[in-house]
C-alpha cells in the first residue's frame, strides 16, 4: 500500500511537472517550437531566443485565464513544445482563437491565435510573390521530352522548389495555388477542365503544380503539369520536437492531361 501511495506522489508531481504554470522563467526554457499537427506534423518554427520566448511567455500568461468550459478535446491542427533541460510541456491549438494545456484546461488567445496563423499561412505570403507559371506552347511533347523535364527541371522549376516547402502545400495552400493556376489561364483564354482534378487524384505527398502548360502531346492538345513535391519522409529533426523537419519541395513530377481529364501520360 505504501509503494502504490509513493507512486501516485511521484505520478502526480512528473505530470504537474509537465504543465504550463502561470510566471515561468523565461531564462529555464531551452526552446519553444511551433508546428503542425495537421495533415502534416511539420516544424514551422523553433527559436532560442530569449527575447522572442519571453513575448511568447508573456502573450501565454497574459490570456491564460480567459477560460473555456467544455473545449472540444478531440482534433487540433497545430501545437506548441516548450522545453525545458529536463522535460516539456505542450498547448495544442483547437481552433483559431482556442489552445488546450495538458491538464485538459482550454483557454481563448486572439493573439497567440494569430501567432499561430501567421506561421501556417506563410505560403499565401509566398504565392503573391510567386505564383504558378502557366504558359501556352506551339509544340508537339514526345514522352522523351516529357520525361527530360524531370531528370533535367527547367528553370521555372527549380526556383520554385528553392521556395516551397511541405507546410505550403496544405490543402487550404494548395487549393489557393490552383486557384491561381486556373485563374492565370484564364487570363490567356485556356480552359483547365478537369486538369487539377486528376492531378489531385493521382499524388499522394504534399504538392503544388508549379509549371503549367497548354501544347500538344502525340499531335493531342493537353495540359502539361509540372508539380513540384516532397516525399514527406522522417528527417533527422531533433525528435524533442515531435516535428519532422519542413522540407523543400525538391522533387518534380509530370502530369500530361486533357482537358477533359484523360490522362495521357505521368511519371
Not at 524531370?150 to 490552383?178: F, L, M, Q
Amino acid at each position: 500500500m505504501r509503494k502504490l501511495y509513493l507512486a501516485l506522489i511521484f505520478l502526480t508531481v512528473f505530470l504537474s511537472s509537465c504543465m504550463y504554470y502561470k510566471g515561468i522563467d523565461p531564462g529555464k526554457v531551452h526552446s519553444i517550437a511551433v508546428g503542425l499537427n495537421s495533415p502534416y506534423r511539420i516544424l514551422l518554427e523553433k527559436t532560442t531566443d530569449r527575447e522572442r520566448i519571453s513575448s511568447i511567455l508573456d502573450i501565454i500568461d497574459k490570456d491564460i485565464d480567459d477560460t473555456i468550459e467544455d473545449a472540444d478535446s478531440g482534433s487540433y491542427d497545430m501545437m506548441m513544445n516548450i522545453s525545458f533541460s529536463d522535460k516539456e510541456t505542450v498547448i495544442k491549438r483547437m481552433s483559431a482563437d482556442t489552445f488546450m494545456l495538458q491538464n485538459g484546461k482550454a483557454f481563448k488567445s486572439e493573439t497567440l491565435g494569430k501567432y499561430f496563423s501567421e506561421l501556417k499561412s506563410s505560403g499565401i505570403q509566398k504565392l503573391k510573390t510567386n505564383p504558378p507559371i502557366v504558359k501556352s506552347e506551339v509544340r508537339n511533347y514526345t514522352k522523351n521530352d516529357i520525361d527530360s523535364m524531370k531528370s533535367y527541371p527547367p528553370k521555372e522549376i527549380r526556383v520554385s522548389s528553392d521556395i516551397y516547402t511541405i507546410s505550403d502545400a496544405i490543402p487550404e495552400i494548395n487549393d489557393k495555388y490552383v486557384e491561381a493556376a486556373i485563374h492565370e489561364a484564364g487570363e490567356s483564354g485556356l480552359y483547365t477542365g478537369r486538369v487539377f482534378d486528376v492531378v489531385s487524384r493521382e499524388m499522394k505527398q504534399p504538392y503544388l503544380p508549379a509549371y503549367c502548360i497548354y501544347s500538344k502531346f502525340n499531335n493531342e492538345k493537353a495540359w502539361i503539369i509540372n508539380v513540384i513535391y516532397s516525399d514527406y519522409s522522417p528527417s533527422d529533426c531533433n525528435k524533442k520536437d515531435h516535428f519532422e523537419c519542413n522540407s523543400k519541395l525538391k522533387e518534380s513530377r509530370s502530369f500530361v492531361i486533357t482537358p477533359e481529364g484523360k490522362l495521357l501520360y505521368s511519371n
